[in-house]
């Protein structure tokens, strides 16, 4: 045998498996006592078993396996999950400062650049979430000032659909101007015709953000960033659009600046601008226009896809499950009636109708990893240590079908929400809109707009299928960073 060859081979495999080998193991040693995992790789970590199409259902099978905490890496980067009610409320909750950063997502930062609400962390998000919630509610979120804007959009929506006397239509784009105009009245003041050219760009990016968020094209653009941008691909496009809806940003809140009268702000946009005034002399302020636009994006992109495919998510429920649709119209009838719109007060003597929009954004799942977090320092959890900066993902599935929480936790069923005398009940394990400090900074203008929509639609339509109900699929189309809804055609009959 050639002696230099066999020395060669012995070389190669020093260098090409026990150097990463102990590099690898060096490198762990620093993270100290994470939670277990499944075995990995040295070089790829658990990348080669990870599931790109639907992550979430690998790290349910995961939960099941090795308990409410464990690590997998990505490469070598490790991400913490966190499933189980408990687990979760310990963490963040109980421990709702160390768990409260936001992990540095590629896509995510690419349209933020690290400013905002949702993608920062510490004190500017701290900043941002508190005038953020503050102008919000200052502009009627929670109050019935906005159920007045959500009730104008109803009416726009109802007339719209109204012209097409029953024949077919596609709900998805009429529910997201409907949507969309929400938190343009809030934003901007004012809302926009659905053929005005902005509003469709807006409308567009969104969709199409998160279109590539949530597909595995997403997936692995969040995990190798530099690689991918090297290749083509729908997400160039999506990155030229982000800038121009920053741009567009910009122009708005430089005009606030240059005309408006900020002392008495009409919209966020100038809210924010009179701080921005107020500020000008500090030189560490939160308050300058790299926050704003990035905030504005935050509020259109957080605020529109999820409520509108949640809609429209509904109605595709109530097209395969015709004897519930059937019973929320009669409640909706004995309650409202026929000559007024509903209003967020006939709530409580809706608990059927409440039963089935919490079952629908329950059983759909939207948001089944949340948004990944991060640790702010090294933390004690369970007996291991998760060193500060690490991935933490809440998964929000393993609670929204844990069977020891739900009467029926794998498909749509009201009865989940209704006690034996079909009064509503109410369940802290609806975690749709996460739980501790990061919680939806937007709940509470969702679950208005849904109650609002969804009556009003169901008031004046009865919505039928191009197919027989059981031939309807309800599977979700991407299922990755969030479970997007199929878009489908169908009949909207009046019923006024
Ligand atoms: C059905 C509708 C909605 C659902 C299911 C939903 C769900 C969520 C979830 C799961 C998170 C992540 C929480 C976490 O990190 O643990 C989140 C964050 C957020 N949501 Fe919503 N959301 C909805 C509507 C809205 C609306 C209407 C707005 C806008 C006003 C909004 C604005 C935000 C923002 C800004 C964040 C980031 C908060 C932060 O990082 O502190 N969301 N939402």
């Known amino acids: 045998m050639d002696t230099t060859l066999t020395l060669a081979n012995v070389l190669f495999v020093v260098i090409a498996v026990l150097l990463p080998l102990l590099l690898w193991k060096s490198q762990r040693k620093q993270f100290g006592r994470l939670p277990p995992g499944p075995a990995l790789n040295p070089l790829l970590g658990n990348l080669l078993q990870f599931d790109v199409k639907e992550p979430y259902k690998f790290y349910l099978k995961l939960s099941e396996k090795y308990g409410s905490v464990v690590t997998i890496w990505l490469a070598n980067t490790p991400v913490v999950i966190i499933s189980g009610y408990e687990a979760l409320k310990e963490t963040m909750i109980g421990l709702g400062e160390e768990f409260s950063g936001r992990d540095n997502y590629p896509l995510i930062m690419k349209a933020t650049l690290g400013y905002g609400v949702l993608s920062t962390s510490g004190h500017r998000w701290k900043e941002m979430r508190k005038f953020s919630l503050m102008t919000l509610k200052n502009f009627g979120m929670g109050r019935r000032s906005i159920e007045e804007r959500i009730r104008k959009e109803a009416e726009y929506l109802v007339e719209m659909m109204k012209k097409f006397e029953g024949s077919a239509i596609s709900p998805a784009d009429m529910l997201s101007n409907a949507v969309t105009n929400v938190i343009c009245s809030i934003v901007f003041g004012h809302r926009f015709e659905f053929e005005d050219p902005q509003f469709k760009f807006l409308l567009q990016t969104v969709n199409t953000y998160f279109r590539i968020l949530s597909s595995p094209l997403g997936q692995l653009y969040n995990v190798f960033p530099k690689l991918i941008s090297l290749f083509p691909g729908k997400h160039h496009q999506l990155f030229k659009d982000l800038e121009e809806a920053r741009e567009y940003f910009k122009r708005e809140a430089q005009a606030r600046m240059n005309n408006g009268d900020p002392s008495c702000p009409q919209d966020f946009i100038e809210a924010f601008v009179l701080k921005m005034k107020e500020e000008k002399d500090k030189p560490d ?28 998510h509904s109605l595709l429920l109530m097209m395969k499950h015709p004897d519930v649709q059937e019973r929320v119209q009669k409640e909706i009838d004995e309650v409202v009636g026929q000559d007024r719109w509903p209003s967020i007060e006939d709530r409580q003597r809706l608990p059927y109708t409440d039963a089935v929009i919490h079952d629908v954004q329950r059983s759909m799942d939207l948001a089944p990893i949340a948004i990944p977090h991060k640790t702010m ?13 690490t991935m933490v993902i809440p998964l929000l599935s393993s609670v929204l079908i844990d069977p020891k929480l739900w009467k029926n936790p794998n498909c749509f069923d009201p009865e989940n929400f209704l006690d034996g005398d079909g009064r509503f009940k109410k369940n802290d394990a609806f975690v749709v809109f996460s739980m501790g400090k990061r919680v939806c900074l937007g709940e509470a203008l969702a679950r208005t707009e849904l109650f609002l929509f969804f009556t009003s639609l169901l008031q004046h339509f009865t919505f039928k299928a191009m197919v027989p109900p059981e031939e309807l699929d309800t599977t979700p189309t991407n299922c990755s960073f969030s479970r997007i809804p199929r878009t489908y055609e169908c009949y909207a009959i009046p019923r006024i």
């Open 285 to 312: 302020t939160e308050y300058h226009f790299d926050n704003l636009v990035s905030l504005l994006w935050n509020l259109f992109s957080a605020g529109t896809e999820t409520t509108s495919s949640t809609l429209r």
């Open 377 to 389: 320092c090294d933390t004690e959890y369970n007996g291991y240590v998760i060193p500060k900066g």
